[in-house]
């Protein structure tokens, strides 16, 4: 299997930063794509950021301006730049990626378990 895990949450103050990593772990896989979500207590989960194969990043009308998306594919890892947070920004986040086996064209979809960022004074 693939396994997605993620890093860089915890606790920040209205305005502050954090940089979320994504690593993806497994063999025999290449990375199509990968994107962050993001679900709050209470709300349904929502997409933040992804960025497609032409490189051209897409972010949610909510973060646009504050937010980064950004990956190292030799890595196979990515990031998520958060800038002036927002009490409204907390939520746990979820990368995802989009991956298929060295051997076949089908895609398949691989799911981090979560990180918390909580923004609270």
């Known amino acids: 299997q693939v396994k997605l895990v993620e890093s860089g949450g915890g606790l920040v103050q209205p305005g502050g930063s954090l940089t979320l990593s994504c690593a993806a772990s497994?063999?025999?896989?290449?990375?199509?794509?990968m994107g962050w979500y993001r679900q709050a207590p209470g709300k349904e989960r929502e997409l933040v950021a992804t960025?497609?194969?032409?490189?051209?990043?897409n972010y949610a009308d909510s973060v646009k301006g504050r937010f980064t998306i950004s990956e190292n594919n030799a890595q196979n890892t990515k990031y998520l730049q958060m800038n002036s947070l927002k009490v409204e920004d907390t939520a746990v986040y979820y990368c995802?990626?989009?991956?298929?086996?060295?051997?076949?064209?089908?895609?398949?979809?691989?799911w981090g378990r979560g990180t918390q960022v909580t923004v609270s004074s």
């Open positions: 960025i497609g194969r032409d490189s051209l990043a």
């Open positions: 995802n990626a989009e991956y298929y086996w060295s051997w076949s064209s089908t895609r398949l979809v691989a």
């Open positions: 497994g063999s025999n896989f290449v990375i199509h794509s």
